[in-house]
Every structure is written in C-alpha cells, then in structure tokens.
C-alpha cells in the first residue's frame, strides 16, 4: 500500500536503533542513531514505521525503538514521507561525506528529539 | 661558588596516573604498508588501555572502557559494522587520552561521555547535554579525517580533530 498524503504533525513514528545507540545511564537516544549510511543504503532517507512500536521492533532481529514527532522533525528542517506502508523515510538528511557539519547538526536535533520506547511497551503490543 | 639544588617537578595524582597510561600504552607505529583487513583481524586491547579503563579516572577510564567494549564487538548487525575499525578505536583513544591530559593540566577532567559506532565501524563520542553537545567523530577508515562538532550557545560548527581543541570544547561541557 502506498500513502502519498502528507503526515500529519500531530503523527508519532518509529525508528528501529542498534542498542549501542542507547546511552544506558540516562535512556537518552545517541546522534549515531541518525546518520545515514553509505550509499546506496539510506538513499531515500532515514527509516521510519508510521504504524506502531511493535511494527518497528519486527523489522530487525536486535534492536531497540525510538520514537519522534513528525512536527518537530519538519520544525529541525527535515520531512517524513511514506513511501511503502507502513515504511516512511525521513528526508533531506545528508550524509557527513557531502556536508559533515549539517549531518552533524541533524544528527544531534533528531536525538534531541527522540524517545527510547520502553522494550516491555511494543513487547506488550503483541498478539 | 654557587651551590645548585636539583628539584624534582612536582605532578598531581591525575598528571601521574595519565603519564603512566600513556608510556603503558605505547605501540610502535605500524607499517606503512596495510596487511590486511582490520575489520576481521581486530589487535586485541592491549594491556596498557585495559589499565586505563580500569584505573578508575573520573569518566577518562569509562570512555576508555566504553571505546575498547566497541573494539571487542561482533564484526556486524543488522546495521552494518557494529565493531569499531582499528584506525578508529585508536585514533578515538589517542584524541581522548590526549585531551585528558590537557585538561588535567588544566585542573580539569573530561566529563561524562558515551562512544557509539556508526554502520561502518567509525567512532563516535558524544557528550550531550540540555544546552550543549560535543561530538567527536572518526570515521572507519583513514580517507576522511577526524572532526569535531560543536552545539554551544546557539553556535554550532565542526572543527579539524585534535587534541587541543577537543580539550577545549569538553570545557562548555558540564
């Protein structure tokens, strides 16, 4: 299924992290989690679920979930586009190798912004 | 005839116990001819970071800690190279044991940091705070050079990696 009208601000999404990506002192999400990989991986941007926690959580073996505010992203600059649902990306990140100090900034704005969803929250989710 | 006293310099704990890391960990320098992969044939921790990380130096010997933890990861995940690249573990602990250094001059420590890879196996350590953000970024491999960003005050920019200037911006850091 295809969705090509706009999110909502109001709409959460979920992005899939390595849990190294987590500071486990304080739970806050890590800059890495936001830096696209080399080419051509990450191309259309960084991945997003518009669904749910636990839709997320499926989509790689080892992985922990955080979320963001579709309108604070637009706010840092960024856009979240659906491409393939319940897959979206967020768009017009760039990689450090083209402007290392915007994919620095991005990087550090969307951990800012992100919250770590509690494993037992998408765990509880399931049927 | 004047009489002539010799001194011994005077060092804190802190000077010390870095000085002693620092001849601890001494490698020769490698040949200038690569010999292999280092992503699959990682060196081993050598015993002199060990110490480091154990000496119980005030968030010095975590970072340390947290950056040999890296090293000594499986090679991949779902994400891409989970394990930290040798010319990035050594480059992260160089910059940081250096800027420790400088800041302990300075009567200072580093603050509370956490290091993290990126998909290729590049370092990164970021010090995150409600009003500012110090990254130190190296990539995996020796083609792009080490940087620094900076988020103080409102005023954001990357600099050129050293150990000075990474000592610097760890000041802004709480």
Known sequence: ?127 | MATVTKTSPAFDEVEHKLAYFRAAQYRRPSDSVETGDDRITPEPVSEGRAKMASAGIRYFSDVIKQLNELRAEAEEDDFGVLQATEHAYETACQLVTDAAILAACGGRQIPRGRASTDAEGGVRIDWMRPDAAVCLIVPASKVRDPYIYHDVAGNFATDPATDSALSRWLREIP
């Open chain 1, 1 to 127: 299924m295809s969705n090509v009208e706009p999110l909502p601000c109001n709409t959460i999404v979920y992005r899939a992290i390595r849990p190294k990506w987590v500071d486990p002192e304080t739970n806050e999400v890590l800059p890495a989690a936001f830096v696209k990989r080399p080419s051509p991986d990450d191309d259309d941007g960084l991945s997003v679920d518009v669904l749910s926690a636990q839709s997320c959580a499926t989509a790689l073996k080892k992985c922990k979930v955080a979320s963001l505010h579709v309108g604070r992203v637009r706010d840092a600059g960024l856009d979240i586009t659906v491409d393939d649902y319940p897959h979206a990306n967020i768009t017009n990140v760039p990689r450090a190798v083209d402007d290392e100090t915007a994919a620095a900034r991005l990087s550090v704005a969307l951990a800012r912004q992100a919250r770590l969803i509690p494993p037992e929250r998408y765990a509880a989710e399931s049927p």
